[in-house]
């Protein structure tokens, strides 16, 4: 284990977030909001301080590999955390430590559940940071440092391989920075087009950056406490639920689309499942609920934006559907379970895990009718390597075992089981709202602080795919050499 250097990535990663502090500083100082200024700043010298404390030894073997990649991800993520929630709790917007770690994990993990009941009542400065924490936890903490931090790429793979969400992660250029670089770059644009779109709409130039951070992010903080309901508008609706799914597609597809490779990206299979899951769950939803809306465009329009919501784990609302039927709730339900695409900055399962699940089950069906015959997992037209399948049965493993002991442990706090349970779907899938009382009008601040953390630490192993925090805890992981 290259402790030197996971100490020093990780001061790098601490003066990072001191210096993404002055954004919402600088909005603090320009909207006089004095005890929000003087929070971000403390944080800002804090952060900087001990992150050059952190890398005053530059150490000579930087070179790190698989077990140093996870637990540099998974110790980024935990401290960025715990110094961006100093903001709320300094400034006196949040109350309590629990509730100022929840709100920031929910952040950085894009999650998008808040005990927040007044959201409308928090400085803009602070209203700038939750959204901010959002668009940079999106694309990764260590992807943007990889991108605008001056380091090598000497096995940096493994920081990327351990961040991305999804079952494969491959670089979409021959240097890890330039992959970094470039996966920015498209998330930049993407984020550059819909802020512009929602402010020649009409929407204020402040609720068009910050709710274009928290579409690009997948996260769903809204600044309104009715979300996107509150601005009354079919365009905004319309234009977020475009990006919503956007949000929620593989990026390396955005890079074919680039280099004109279009054949490759029309034929991949996640994106066509992708694509007809959300259009069936729009369809059939919009067919069980229209009679509760005046015209069958209405319907149509609110079952797009839940649906597009939920898949792309994003978490805005424009209606309640907890007061949707039965059947449209449930379906809302899988979708929480299920997720978008790999390789995006949405949360859940992935699609592209399920894609393999169905063709393994296909695979053990062929193989019982005939025993002798070689069949072979294919995607996209290659085949899939058994470590990776053996990889995604044993997420699906570890996600099932996390969902149950996560559920009796909030269960402890003695709520209705939808509630119990879909706040641990939610979280650990990274969407937001649940269903019950944790539904879409509702918040998480009635949980006591120890379910509070529980569901934290599912915000993080759902944003880490699991793996990375659960290695923390694995003492092998810790020798200096393996045994």
């Not at 978490?315 to 997720?339: D, K, Q, V």
């Not at 859940?348 to 695979?363: C, E, Q, Y």
């Not at 939808?418 to 709202?433: I, K, Y």
């Amino acid at each position: 284990m290259n402790f030197r250097m996971i100490v020093y990535i990780l001061g790098n990663m601490l003066r990072l977030e001191g210096l993404l502090m002055a954004v919402p500083a600088a909005l603090a100082f320009y909207y006089g909001e004095g005890p929000a200024l003087k929070a971000f700043l403390a944080t800002l010298a804090v952060c900087v301080l001990t992150g050059t404390a952190m890398e005053s030894r530059e150490p000579e073997n930087k070179r790190i590999y698989g077990r140093e990649g996870f637990v540099v991800v998974a110790l980024s993520w935990i401290m960025m955390s715990v110094f961006g929630a100093l903001p709320f709790y300094l400034s006196g917007a949040i109350e309590g430590v629990m509730n100022c770690f929840f709100e920031t994990v929910s952040g950085f993990t894009t999650t998008g559940a808040t005990i927040l009941s007044d959201i409308e009542a928090l400085p803009l400065s602070i209203l700038f940071w939750r959204s901010f924490t959002h668009w940079v936890g999106g694309m990764g903490i260590l992807v943007f440092m990889l991108a605008v931090l001056p380091m090598g790429d000497d096995r940096s793979m493994y920081l990327m391989r351990a961040e991305a969400p999804g079952p494969v992660v491959s670089k979409l250029v021959p240097k890890v920075k330039s992959t970094a670089k470039l996966l920015y770059t498209i998330y930049i644009v993407l984020t550059l087009v819909e802020m512009t779109l929602l402010f020649f709409g009409g929407m204020p130039l402040f609720d068009s950056v910050v709710n274009a951070f928290s579409t690009a992010g997948t996260g769903g903080f809204a600044i309104k406490n009715a979300s996107i309901a509150a601005y009354d508008s079919v365009y905004f609706e319309y234009v977020i639920t475009v990006f919503m799914l956007l949000f929620g597609v593989n990026f390396n597809l955005y890079y074919l689309l680039l280099i004109r490779d279009f054949k490759n990206a029309l034929r991949n299979e996640e994106l066509r499942y992708y694509a007809a899951i959300v259009i069936g769950s729009i369809l059939l939803i919009t067919a069980n609920i229209y009679r509760f809306y005046p015209t069958l465009e209405s319907a149509f329009r609110h079952a797009a934006f839940q649906v597009a919501a939920i898949t792309s784990t994003t978490g805005f609302a424009t209606a309640n559907f907890e007061l949707w039927p039965e059947f449209s709730r449930t379906l809302i339900f899988c979708l929480t379970i299920l997720g978008a695409c790999g390789g995006s900055t949405a949360g859940g399962l992935k699609v592209s895990r399920f894609i393999i699940l169905l063709k393994m089950a296909a695979r053990e069906v062929r193989h019982i009718i005939h025993p002798r015959s070689v069949n072979l997992i294919k995607l996209d037209g290659y085949k899939v390597e058994e470590d990776v399948t053996h990889g995604v049965t044993g997420y699906i493993i570890v996600y099932i075992l996390l969902l149950l002991g996560s559920f009796i442990l909030v269960s402890l706090d003695n709520f209705d089981f939808t509630t119990s349970l879909t706040s641990v779907v939610t979280c650990l899938s990274n969407v937001g709202p649940g269903l019950g009382m944790v539904g879409p009008e509702d918040n998480f601040g009635f949980f006591s602080g120890f379910s509070k953390f529980v569901l934290c630490m599912d915000m993080l192993l759902g944003r880490l795919e699991i793996f990375p925090i659960i290695l923390l805890f694995a003492p092998p992981v810790w020798r200096k050499s393996y045994m």
